[in-house]
């Protein structure tokens, strides 16, 4: 006859029964995170956010800290209401002047709240009254729309965009960064250059336009507005734009196309080169162009992923392209002293499309001599 397992866990002590529970929840993380999220909506409901002193602010970190974890977890949860409370409760604790620990605290928190709303969007006219209120109020760290145009959705956006298009019309000059961000994540590429081409001239607002045409597939625009922008510097003006270009060059892989375009207009394409790695492949096929003369063994990687790219496209064209640029790939390592090794090459790559009769016989007709094991 099996125990009254009830009775018997009602019959222990509290402090009994809590290390039982703990000791299970190590074990098991689905009861860790239910008991976590139990404990922190019960911190929340008696500790409302207008009575926290600033010096108590750090008891939101176990809290940040817990819903960080859930959120890498992927917890189906919803932690949008909880992060929201988190991030208002820190703020009303921060005041308009916080300390550097406190307003670090309050970035982390909205960065929290911006994963769960992803995750659980709440309703977006109210998510967007309060985006506006954290973009206008002081004491809120700086809060990108892209970060919370997933859960805004349409409505939330338009929402936005109708507030900031009635502050700008009353000459509120604190809307326009807002507007800015407004166009570029609504993809209104006119709106967005309307925006900068009013703003008083300067190297920061000459970057946004450029990245705003090739976000546009603009390309030729932009790379005559950076040709420009560096005809115009002098000196040191001069070193710190390519210097900027080259800084956000390291920090996102997408300006590494602007940068190269850049220094091609410069006439460097030395430089360019060694920065083509983190660039698109149809630029990097550009910048092959300039450096196959002299440096052969440079550019044959590049040529090698067009050609498996056109091969992808399963069509008599692609097969075609595909086939010149094997011929200019058996050029290239011949002069580069690396025939075997374009022997090698090809006979993988025959092998591996064996089946695709069709590009052989582009290759045949190309005339280059298919590996025996493929004829």
């Known amino acids: 006859m099996s125990p009254d397992l009830r009775a018997y866990l009602r019959s222990l002590d509290a402090a009994t029964l809590a290390e039982l529970l703990a000791e299970q929840a190590e074990r098991d993380p689905r009861l860790r995170r239910e008991l976590e999220l139990r404990a922190l909506a019960d911190a929340d409901e008696y500790a409302p956010p207008e009575i926290i002193p600033l010096d108590e602010t750090a008891k939101a970190a176990p809290i940040l800290d817990t819903l960080r974890r859930l959120l890498d977890a992927g ?43 992803a995750t659980h969007p709440p309703d977006p006219g109210e998510l967007a009254d309060w985006f506006l209120r954290t973009r206008f109020e002081p004491g809120w760290p700086e809060i990108e729309l892209a ?59 000459s970057l946004k336009i450029v990245r705003a045409l ?25 070193d710190a734009a390519l210097a900027l270009l080259r800084e956000r060059a390291e920090r996102d892989p997408a ?44 550019v044959i990687p590049v040529y090698r992923m067009h050609v498996e790219r056109l091969i992808t496209q399963k069509d008599a064209s692609g097969y075609r ?20 090794e374009f022997s090698s090459y090809l ?29």
């Open 75 to 117: 917890s189906p949860a919803d932690l949008t209401p909880l992060a929201r409370r988190t991030v208002d409760r820190i703020a009303a604790a921060a005041g308009p002047h916080a300390d550097p620990a406190v307003a670090a605290e309050l970035r982390r928190a909205v960065a929290l709240y911006a994963r769960a709303c």
């Open 147 to 205: 970060d919370f145009a997933q859960a805004l959705g349409d409505k939330g956006i338009r929402k936005i965009r109708s507030t900031v298009d009635e502050m700008l019309a009353d000459g509120a000059e604190a809307a326009q960064a807002l507007a800015e961000e407004v166009a570029e994540v609504t993809g209104d590429v006119d709106a967005l250059l309307s925006l900068l081409a009013a703003k008083p001239p300067g190297l920061e607002t």
């Open 214 to 238: 090739r976000a546009a597939g603009r390309h030729t625009e932009a790379i005559a507005h950076a040709a420009q922008v560096l005809a115009h510097e002098k000196g040191h003006e001069r």
């Open 255 to 298: 300006a590494a196309d602007e940068l190269v375009r850049v220094l091609l207009t410069e006439n460097q394409p030395d430089e360019a080169w060694r920065i083509a790695e983190h660039c698109s492949l149809d630029l990097r096929l550009e910048l092959a162009g300039y450096r196959e003369a002299d440096h052969p063994v440079d």
């Open 321 to 340: 392209q595909a086939a010149l640029h094997l011929r200019k790939l058996r050029t290239l390592h011949k002069r580069a002293d690396k025939a075997e």
């Open 347 to 375: 006979a993988e790559l025959m092998e591996t499309h064996k089946r695709k009769t069709r590009l052989l016989a582009e290759v045949r007709n190309a005339r280059i001599a298919l590996p025996k094991a493929v004829n």
